[in-house]
């Protein structure tokens, strides 16, 4: 494997332990929320989990 490609899986597998760490925080306190505010915040985790998703699919054609 090129040392570019190394390089890209760990910017994107960083990317996305910080967009798990950012939401996770907000995932374990919806249950406290109001039902307005934790539609607001199921849709905020919905997104991140949909980057997450192509940026850990990113990593994997890069490994190929």
């Known amino acids: 494997m090129h040392e570019i490609d190394q390089e890209l899986i760990s910017l994107l597998s960083a990317k996305v332990g910080m967009l798990m760490e950012d939401r996770a925080t907000g995932a374990l306190t919806i249950g406290s929320l ?6 607001a915040a199921i849709d905020t985790l919905a997104a991140a989990s949909k980057t997450i998703t192509k940026l850990a699919d990113a990593a994997q054609s890069i490994s190929k």
């Open 34 to 39: 109001s039902a307005e505010r934790q539609k």
